[in-house]
């Protein structure tokens, strides 16, 4: 590496090149260690969130997965699991139809007052949550839809749609519009256009889309700390009570698989990206 | 102009009609989801915050009586006509068993007189009616002598009012003098200090973010794509995973066994454990790590634009690195120092969860004393106007972030 330096470099240009590395490896290291430590303290044969002393020695005495047999056959957190994923699901399908139609309209030039409405459709991103869960837990409670699936999930849904709104308008921004045109002046309708001719190209976006407020139902705890009974408790509303009642080391193998399941994500939206990326370079 | 001008007047019309008819289209897009969130989202709001002005309670329980208080002038005791009135009304909610609503309301603004009211609502329930309007207000004095003090009938006159700004007053840490005046409420100032806390919590994040990010999103735009790239996941692999998986780890890295503490005491910088986990401390690093992403990476978009050659110019005609860091590649950068500055800043005053969890009683921010009033003390308007305030701050914020960012720059992934 050293020998790529010009060589007018002085002893304070290197200093300021290997301080400018060592900061940013520091930085990595703060970003990432947290999340690592998470792992093998799940498989502590203790109840504690700390390492044990067999730990450190590697002792296999020390190590166990019965956290993991735990989440897995306590009902609580098997209810959790399912009710976050049935509620993430529904969540997301629903921000993400209102919300890529939303797009569209706002992508169109003669849209009116597209930033005053643009602000409005983002702003669930923006109020904090608590305020959020105040205001939904007096409103929803005059219609009954309290410690019900239905409130819960048009409560996410509503927070997911700026998500949504984000990433199709990003993947039309770089939509060739005469496309469309020329699929209707060609005589196919617009609605025949549009799922013939739109939905697949801004599809990448859409997906992503949906996985974001798939994530936002699938990590939210505060609307669900105010709206939600007990037959409605998600894994993040589970990890809550368990954090501040009384520490308990099956959140750590949960939050070992949440870890897997970010990776999951992270992964699929980077495909989704590059799929998008080429899908706009093939047009021109 | 001429082009326009060179249109007849039919054909004007026709392209008129056009347009609006695609204004119509695209706006029949937006329209499902625009009621959509009004619905779920925006009529709870308003709803909300209607209620911090709003408290029809008192005045539905006992309408009589304020009816009658109307032109009684708060100077002294009310008359017998009105105190037999409020009598009559009071037998009846502790016959309805309501008169606890009574005297949790009226005790929120005047502590002490929730058991005056109780008991004396107790000593009427067996009371006829006629005798009650006859001389109610006897009854009323030697149930409780506190019935002969103008301050008790005072509070319920002013509870009695269905709107006011009490909450908001309540919420600034401010109350109302007798004469109309508005003056600070004696002791300590909590509502006010607690804003002034969580706003100093949210720069303190707000400037560590900046911090750590500034450094590593620089060092990233420096590197070639591929490298970055990879760099990169360890950015968007925290960015990514659940709040709460974060939270959990600051737990097990900051309590008194935890891991840094053990380290810090292998090394033998200290002997005794340090206190970390629910302290300040502990919520300003924990919202630091869950936030640093929404530095780096508007910061990472914006430098990566910017040309190195330019810094490489200023250098080859004489100038210091740091001068031309300073003076060509810092202002370069604003953008997303900024975008980045404001959404960390943005997120983090109305943060709830992790200073729920880490906090302690020192780290707690404005928003865990909204859902106190919420869920503990039942205090729903001053939970409402607390939460105004936070929203108006928020809004205020953001529209200076759609001001000179846009957000058309929040990207994610």
Known sequence: ?284 | MSAQSSLSPQDRRAALRALRQRKLVAFLFVAPLLVFLFLSFVAPIASMLFRSVYEPTVAELIPETLDAMSDWDGEELPDERIMNQFALELKKLANDRTSGRLAGEVNRSLPGTSSVIQSTARRLRAVDDAELSQSGAELLMKANKRWGDVEIWRTIESTGQPYSFTNYLTALDLEQARDGSIQARDGPKIYVDLYTKTLRIALTITLLTLLLGYPLSYFLASLRDSTANLLLVFVLLPFWTSLLVRTTSWIAMLQSGGVVNSILIGLGVINEPLELLYTEFATVIAMTHILLPFMILPLYSVMKGIDPSFMRAAMSMGAKPWAAFLRIYLPMSLPGLSAGALLVFIISVGYYITPALVGGTDGQMISNLIAFHMQQSNNWGLAAALGSILLAVILLLYWTYDRFVGTKSLSFG
Request: net charge positive; hydrophobic share 55%.
């Open chain 1, 1 to 284: 590496m050293k020998s790529k330096l010009p060589a007018y470099y002085t002893v304070w240009h290197y200093l300021n090149h290997y301080g400018l590395r060592l900061t940013a490896l520091l930085v990595l290291m703060f970003l990432m260690l947290p999340i690592l430590v998470i792992i093998p303290l799940s498989f502590n044969a203790e109840p504690f969130f700390s390492f044990s002393s067999g730990m450190l020695a590697l002792d296999p005495q020390a190590y166990s997965i019965r956290w993991y047999q735990e989440i897995f056959t306590d009902l609580r957190w098997t209810l959790a699991i399912q009710n976050s994923f049935m509620i993430g699901i529904a969540a997301a399908l629903l921000a993400t139809v209102l919300g890529t139609v939303a797009a569209v309209g706002l992508a169109s030039d003669v849209m009116p007052c597209k930033r005053l409405i643009t602000a409005l459709l983002i702003s669930p991103m923006i109020v904090p949550l608590i305020i959020v869960a105040a205001g939904m837990f007096f409103f929803y409670t005059r219609f009954n839809l309290v410690a019900t699936y239905t409130g819960l999930i048009i409560a996410h849904a509503a927070l997911g749609v700026p998500f949504v709104i984000i990433t199709v308008t990003a993947t039309l921004s770089g939509f060739d519009r005469s496309l469309y045109n020329a699929a209707v002046g060609m005589g196919a309708s617009p609605v025949r256009a549009f799922w013939q001719i739109v939905v697949p190209l801004i599809r990448p976006g859409v997906i992503s889309g949906g996985l974001f407020a798939f994530v936002t139902s699938f990590d939210e705890v505060v609307v669900v700390l105010f709206l939600a009974g007990p037959l409605q408790r998600t894994i993040p509303r589970q990890m809550f009570s368990g954090l501040r009642e009384q520490i308990n080391p099956s959140i750590l193998a949960v939050a070992t698989l949440l870890i897997l399941v970010s990776i999951a994500l992270l992964v699929t939206v980077e495909l989704l990206r590059r799929r998008s990326e080429r899908i706009r370079g093939e047009q021109f």
